[in-house]
C-alpha cells in the first residue's frame, strides 16, 4: 500500500522567514495530495491540496509544488507569523475508494 | 451545515474493558474514516466506512471494529484494552466516491486513556 514519508518532524523559524516541509510517496498511482494543520488542542483542518495533474498551487502566503517524477511534494510557508506555529501532515490517496495516508507531521514553530 | 461531532470527548478506561466511541459526520456525508493519534506516530488509518460497508482497514488487531449505521453515523469499539491504546481518536467525514479530491472533514476527537 502507499507509505508517505514526511521531514523534518520539527522545525522551527524566525518570524517572517520561509518555511519547507517535504513529503515523499512510494505509490505512483497517487494522484491527491492535501495538506492539514492542527493547532494545539484542535482538529486537523485542511489548508492547501493539489492534484496530480498541477505543478503548484499557491493560496496567498502557502503554496504546494508536485514532482510526480520523483515522487515528493512539499509545503511552503511565506512570510511565517506566530499563527502558523501548529503541526502540519501531508497526506496521498489513490482514488475516493482507497484510505489516505498521512505522514508522521511536522511540528512548527514559529518564533517571534 | 454542523460539523462532525464525536462522543464522548474524554474516556478513562482501564486494562481489559472495552470501549465505544461515537461519530456523528456532516449531514450529507456518507464516508467516515476512523484514525489513531499518537505523539511522533501522527494519523494511523484505522478503517473507513462507505454506505455501511467497510471499504477499507488498516493495519489494527481485530480488536478494533467499527460499523456505520443507514444515517451514516459511526461508531468504533476497541475491545479487551491494553495502556498502548490510549490516544486521541479522530473520525472523518467526506462526501467520498471515486474521485480522489474529496476533503475530509475531522471531528474534534476523543481521548482515550487506558490505565
Known amino acids: 500500500g502507499e507509505n508517505v514519508e514526511q521531514h523534518p518532524s520539527t522545525l522551527s523559524v524566525q518570524e517572517g522567514d520561509s518555511a519547507v516541509i517535504k513529503c515523499t510517496y512510494s505509490d505512483s498511482a497517487s494522484n491527491y495530495f492535501p495538506w492539514y494543520k492542527q493547532e494545539l488542542g484542535k482538529r486537523p483542518q485542511l489548508i492547501i491540496d493539489?492534484?496530480?495533474?498541477?505543478g503548484e498551487k499557491k493560496d496567498q502566503r502557502i503554496a504546494v509544488t508536485l514532482n510526480k517524477t520523483a515522487k515528493h511534494f512539499s509545503l511552503h510557508i511565506t512570510e511565517t507569523q506566530p499563527e502558523d506555529s501548529a503541526v502540519y501532515f501531508c497526506a496521498a490517496r489513490i482514488s475516493g475508494n482507497t484510505p489516505l495516508v498521512f505522514g508522521k507531521g511536522t511540528r512548527l514553530s514559529v518564533i517571534a | 451545515k454542523a460539523g462532525v461531532t464525536q462522543t464522548p470527548r474524554y474516556l478513562i478506561k482501564t486494562r481489559g474493558q472495552q470501549v465505544t466511541l461515537s461519530c456523528s459526520p456532516i449531514?450529507?456525508?456518507?464516508?467516515v474514516s476512523w484514525y489513531q493519534q499518537t505523539p511522533g506516530q501522527g494519523l494511523q488509518f484505522l478503517f473507513e466506512y462507505f454506505s455501511e460497508t467497510q471499504r477499507n482497514k488498516g493495519n489494527f488487531p481485530g480488536r478494533f471494529s467499527g460499523r456505520q449505521f443507514s444515517n451514516s453515523r459511526s461508531e468504533m469499539n476497541v475491545s479487551t484494552l491494553e495502556l498502548g491504546d490510549s490516544a486521541l481518536y479522530l473520525c472523518?467525514?467526506?462526501?467520498?466516491?471515486?474521485?480522489?479530491?474529496?476533503?475530509?472533514?475531522f471531528g474534534p476527537g476523543t481521548r482515550l486513556t487506558v490505565l
Open positions: 449531514s450529507g456525508h456518507r464516508s
Open positions: 493539489i492534484r496530480s495533474n498541477v
Open positions: 472523518a467525514s467526506s462526501l467520498a466516491g471515486t474521485t480522489p479530491g474529496g476533503e475530509q472533514f
